[in-house]
């Protein structure tokens, strides 16, 4: 129902008088946020440009802006610097009533006198909506998310899954032409959230308006988002498909934060014979792919000391030859996996295991202090240079 254009937004949030004074005492910097005379940059420079009913995750640790800049599109904070555009309007000094936009906060935010019917109507009610039309908005969007027979409830006699439907429920009633979705699931539990990103994800098959979700959780924004935005200290990282920023990071942050567990990184070399690259850990020697192969071509990439970083996923045990050694610290065991931290060349090194062979018969355990040896193919190699950046981009 309506496009969304963010153009070098900017968010400073000014000095309080403490701050002033503790950075006259040159006190050091907590943060790598950018500070400057007027304040500390939250946001630096955001540009997105968001088609009609797309999925749109902001992800990123604690603090990096992610809220900030939901919060600058809703008009509950003020833009210091950019544009915001909803469907071709600039909207930096509307206010948030005439945005048409929704949001649903981590905390419900339900009036607890009141009924759940009696919570889904009120935004209704404050723009004077006829009577029948709250009535029929107010059932279908129960109906959708399934929360009937709850109509007549108060919050306090719900769950915490049910609540959260009826706070989505009264945002979605509003028809909006955006729902701005801020941490809605981090208070419920492990089960509950992954029935609510079930929910949503079939709510936004039911309804036509566009989605901008914001979360610290790598897992949700890789089912929910079309494409997920990574962010850290104010700045973009990376804007992709879940797939595209899994398979190609643009940095050693990008590679770390996004994928469970973490990407597994070694001290290595990026090496050239002739056309050939390949990748020298330890005393192993690995080839590259030749889409790798030809990244590296194209972009003139010369040998180089780098981070070389592999999944644990990717990673497979070896009998011997070319693989390098690695002692079992702790053994994790997952059902149909077992997760291997070990010890590798001074680094944590995570690999997953399958707990049977493809002839459905259980594989040995592996005890702390066990030794195993390793590898890897050269198309699942991730090679970041001196600055951390991914040079195949």
């Given at each position: ?190 089960k509950l959230r992954n029935q609510m990103r079930a929910e949503i994800i079939k709510l936004r098959q039911k309804i036509n308006t566009t ?64 056309d050939q690259y390949s990748v020298s850990v330890g005393s192993v020697k690995v080839d590259l792919s030749k889409e790798k192969q030809q ?99």
């Amino acid at each position: 129902m309506a496009t969304l254009n963010l153009k070098d937004i900017t968010k400073i949030c000014p000095h309080s008088g403490g701050q002033k004074k503790a950075k006259k005492k040159g006190a050091e910097k907590k943060t790598n946020l950018q500070v400057t005379e007027q304040g500390v940059v939250a946001v630096q420079k955001f540009s997105l440009d968001i088609a009609d009913k797309e999925f749109i995750v902001l992800v990123g640790p604690s603090g990096c802006g992610k809220s900030t800049t939901l919060r600058m599109v809703a008009g509950l904070e003020e833009i210091s610097g950019g544009e915001l555009y909803i469907d071709g309007k600039l909207m930096n000094d509307v206010e948030p009533k005439n945005r048409d936009i929704a949001m649903v906060f981590q905390s419900y935010a339900l009036y607890p006198h009141m009924t759940v019917y009696e919570n889904m109507a009120f935004p209704l009610k404050l723009r004077k909506v006829p009577g029948d039309e709250i009535d029929k908005r107010v059932k279908e969007a129960a109906e959708i998310l399934d929360i009937t027979q709850y109509l007549d409830r108060k919050p306090k006699a719900l769950s915490g899954g049910q609540r959260q439907r009826v706070a989505i429920g009264r945002a979605i009633v509003r028809e909006p032409k955006v729902l701005l979705m801020d941490e809605p699931l981090s208070n419920l539990d492990a089960k509950l959230r992954n029935q609510m990103r079930a929910e949503i994800i079939k709510l936004r098959q039911k309804i036509n308006t566009t989605f901008m979700y914001v979360t610290h959780d790598q897992t949700e924004a890789m089912t929910l988002g079309d494409r997920i935005v990574i962010m850290k200290d104010g700045f973009i990282q990376q804007i992709g498909t879940p797939q595209e920023v899994f398979d190609h990071p643009a940095n050693l942050f990008v590679a770390g934060f996004i994928g469970t567990p973490q990407m597994n990184y070694f001290d290595a070399r990026l090496e050239k014979s002739g056309d050939q690259y390949s990748v020298s850990v330890g005393s192993v020697k690995v080839d590259l792919s030749k889409e790798k192969q030809q990244a590296m071509a194209a972009k003139g990439v010369q040998p180089q000391a780098i981070t070389l970083g592999v999944r644990p996923s990717h990673i497979v045990l070896a009998q011997g030859g070319n693989a390098l050694t690695a002692t079992v610290d702790v053994s994790e065991m997952m059902g149909s996996e077992v997760y291997l931290h070990t010890n590798a060349m001074g680094r944590d090194v995570v690999i997953i295991v399958p707990t049977m062979d493809l002839q459905g018969n259980h594989k040995d355990t592996f005890a702390r202090g066990a030794e195993v040896k390793f590898t890897f193919a050269g198309n699942v190699c991730h090679l970041f240079g001196g600055d951390g950046k991914n040079l195949e981009f």
